[in-house]
């Protein structure tokens, strides 16, 4: 037993090794991801290599194509569109049912992701337009909380996954800072509010609106090859 704890704890090292250096940039969108330098660089066997690769392409950060072999998957904006038509779809499904099915444990831990959101410093010192790690990691438990609340688990863990596979796009589209005409702030606390106050409809469309508002401006700045914006 405490071999096989050994096991899943080195894999779930690797694994989040290798996605924070694919979100941090160190991995590029359409990189190939070699098994041996992998291997090498993690200092961990094949098969967990192979483990960490197959988590990240079910989240979406990875693709596997035969004949080629893994590689970072690559965004554009057809497939940033119709992600976001899934996610509009599905997270709004999920975010409704969290608020019919979520308990007062799920209301608080809702306000305590917001609130350690609203109190994470928002963009890094050397770049005006862009946003630190530390933000983009309480503004995802954020969402993960407002949809956590849902019942169904399968679908919680689509949901997920759609998010997770949306971070490429955040990490790697034109810095927008923050953007003109837009209360960022206000939009996520409206839909805390509308979620605490269990308006189911009201809350979907507030959801709703703040990804697709966010899409828009994806692909306005054409997704460059820079830091995130958030979704």
């Not at 990875?62 to 004949?67: G, L």
């Not at 609203?118 to 933000?135: A, C, E, H, S």
């Not at 954020?142 to 919680?156: E, I, P, Q, V, Y």
């Not at 805390?192 to 009201?202: F, I, K, Q, S, T």
Request: hydrophobic share 40%; proline share 2%.
């Amino acid at each position: 037993m405490a071999t096989a704890k050994a096991k899943q704890t080195r894999g779930d090292l690797v694994y989040a090794q290798l996605r924070g250096e694919i979100l941090g940039g160190r991995y590029l969108p359409g990189d190939r991801l070699k098994f041996g330098a992998l291997a090498a660089e993690c200092d961990a066997s094949m098969s967990v290599i192979r483990e960490a690769l197959t988590r990240l392409s079910l989240e979406g950060l990875v693709t596997n194509e035969p004949n080629v072999g893994y590689a970072v998957t690559e965004i554009s904006i057809p497939r940033l569109r119709e992600l976001t038509d899934a996610r509009l779809e599905l997270e709004g499904l999920v975010f409704g049912r969290a608020i019919g099915d979520g308990d007062l444990a799920w209301e608080s831990s809702v306000v305590a992701a917001h609130h350690r959101m609203v109190g994470t410093r928002y963009l890094t010192d050397d770049d005006p337009v862009r946003v630190t790690d530390d933000w983009a990691l309480a503004h995802a438990a954020f969402h993960r909380a407002l949809l956590d609340g849902c019942g169904n688990k399968k679908l919680l863990q689509l949901a997920n996954g759609l998010r997770d596979e949306a971070e490429l796009y955040r990490r790697w589209s034109q810095p927008l800072g923050r953007e003109k005409n837009r209360d960022l702030d206000g939009e996520h606390r409206r839909m805390m509010e509308l979620a605490l106050a269990r308006d189911a409809d009201g809350a979907v469309t507030a959801l709703r609106d703040h990804i697709a508002h966010t899409t828009e401006l994806l692909v306005e700045s054409d997704i460059a090859v820079h830091s995130a914006v958030t979704l």
